[in-house]
């Protein structure tokens, strides 16, 4: 019981703080917020089963393929969709769940309805303090938090990453010094895509796929950057890792846990911000100038 | 005699000069006149049916704009207004046994005690803070629900509700003109002192406080108002359909916001014609006459929104009210795009 916790949670930590990432870097960085952000997610598990059953190729070739094609669909739908509406609030919320909806549509009538579980990476089990773990779980973790580390790094050494928090902190200025200000979000939102479509390559071996599997992470995704602080990188990190176990221990420890289990990470959020209304990290934004 | 005559060219004047004036109203008056004879014209069953969950929507979508898009404060739960009087009317109306128009309004108000609850503690919130926050009330609800099926029926809803009348038509006759009056009542709303307190709330928060508005005060109201027309749509929605897990639903909140969002926030009409034009669209035109198949409505109907939404961001009313019509600069009055000057105070329009 204690070590499938264990296990579970840090792995549904992982995923849920790859995608909460991606998604607080785009609204940080463009101001948007993109429900459609788990619906590439989705998007990415799919082409990856379909590209190795159906096409018949070699796994890692169709997860690579998946995640370029991913990024690439992420990348044109914020160019010629949403970018152009951006300045709307809510017509944004709207655009996006339409995005999401024409995503499980178009991959519920291309791929069928059908439960399917994804291709494992790798089998077997290695013993870790005698516990027998899958290693497509460790593979899991071990990839977030590489790919956790990667994107501290881009952010934090590389230019393109200064310019992405020169950006993200005040546009205007930013735009002044010389930094391109579209191509930057461009680019943010090519990372938050691809983050979305890895993630889609960690779940996929791991339970089955159906076209309305982006809707819980998308609840769960909400909820975390709310409580780690909108914008900020670290609170969604905490806050995917608070709210990932208490999802795994409600689900292993309460009677009737898997229907409690949103019920009460929402709860603990709520709790959250209602102390803190700018979460646990939250940057509380300038008002931005008109 | 003459009394009569003076009411009648009263009634003459008010048509003349608030209706017909402008292309707008009278279009909403000719549809409302239409769709109140609509049944005399013996359609079948499911139109029927499909215009009255409409009607009910309308209601929603519009206690939505009245919350959302006047003030400001983006609800993302909306759906827990509408499921928690649909449980309360249907749970009093299997348990107790009592009538429709008992069950309605205790469920309005058990919607109205949620807006004080959500209310309170929202009221420190912004935003996109403000909008995730309120996403978690109806999952929280459902999450309960589905987890204490002994009481409240779990997956299914609740089994037997009765419904509001004995034919179609005679649910009908009550759900439209319902949703007219709660409509006008609403537009009314949004048109008074409080309205435009809402409005002054959404452009600028600390500026309406500054100018003394107990802001803290109108945004609770904003929220009792809105769960109070919610509310009436879910208890009508309970003895329609049913009470079930549908009614607190995350695609049900965002379903409301992409109504009224197409029609047009902060207008009320908006909504309700978002609506009307949606839902029927969605349910009769594209299967029943195109021929569309099921699994394609959805996709076809997420294309719409969207491309819409790409040439109108304001919403597709919206965009055809400025297209048809000017505000008097001196006296905001609403006149015809073909006028030069303002009906009524006869200034220059631009």
Known sequence: MAENIIVYGLVWSGVYALLAIGFSLIFGVARIVNLAHTAFYMLAAYLIFHLNTAAGLNVYLSVFLAIIIVTITGTLSYRLIIARIRQHESTTLIVTIALAVIFQEAVLKGFGGTFVSGPKLISGKTGIFGVGVLNQHLLTFGVVLLLLLATWAFLMKTRTGVAIRATAQDREVANLMGINVPGMEMITMAISAALAAIAGALVAPLGVLTPGMWMHPLIMILAVVVLGGLGSLKGSLIGAFILGFSEILVVFLAPSGSFLKTSVALTIMLIVIMIRPEGLFGIVFEEERG | ?350
Not at chain 2, 93 to 101: E, H, I, Q
Not at chain 2, 142 to 165: M, S
Not at chain 2, 210 to 223: C, D, E, M, P, V
Not at chain 2, 286 to 310: D, K, Q
């Open chain 2, 1 to 350: 005699m003459n009394v009569l005559s003076t009411y009648l060219s009263r009634f003459y004047k008010f048509f003349g000069g608030e209706i017909f004036v402008l292309p707008s109203r009278t279009t909403a008056l000719l549809l409302c006149l239409f769709l109140l004879i609509f049944p005399l014209t013996s359609p079948n069953d499911f139109t029927l049916r499909v215009l009255i969950i409409a009607s009910i929507y309308a209601i929603f979508a519009a206690s939505w704009d009245l919350l959302s898009g006047f003030t400001g404060q983006i609800n993302f739960g909306h759906a827990v207004f509408f499921g928690v009087a649909a449980y309360t009317a249907g749970l009093l109306n299997y348990n107790l046994g009592l009538a429709p128009w008992a069950t309605i309004p205790i469920g309005a108000l058990a919607a109205v005690l949620m807006g004080l609850i959500i209310g309170i503690p929202c009221l420190r919130l912004r935003g996109t803070y403000l909008a995730f926050a309120t996403l978690a009330f109806p999952l929280i609800l459902l999450g309960i629900i589905q987890a204490i099926p002994n009481i409240t029926y779990g997956e299914l809803g609740i089994p037997r509700v009765d419904p509001l009348a004995g034919s179609r038509v005679a649910i009908y006759y009550i759900v439209f003109p319902s949703m007219i009056v709660l409509g006008f009542i609403m537009w009314k709303i949004a048109d008074s002192k409080i309205g435009l307190i809402f409005h002054a709330i959404r452009e600028d928060e600390v500026t309406a406080r500054a100018s003394g508005i107990n802001t803290t005060r109108y945004k609770l109201l904003a929220f009792c108002l809105s769960g109070l027309f919610a509310g009436i749509a879910g208890g009508l929605y309970a003895h329609f359909v049913n009470a079930g897990p549908s009614t607190l639903e995350l695609l049900l909140s965002f379903q409301v916001i992409i109504w009224a969002v197409f029609g047009g926030i902060a207008t009320i009409y908006g909504p309700i014609a978002g609506v009307f034009i949606l839902y029927p669209l969605q349910k009769i035109v594209l299967t029943r006459y195109l021929g569309v198949p099921a699994e394609l409505t959805m996709l076809i109907f997420a294309f719409i929104v969207l491309i819409v939404l790409l040439f109108m961001p304001q919403g597709l009313i919206t965009w055809l009210r400025d297209k048809t019509e000017k505000i008097c600069p001196r006296c905001k009055l609403q006149n015809v795009a073909t006028r030069s000057k303002c009906r009524v105070c006869t200034a220059e329009l631009d």
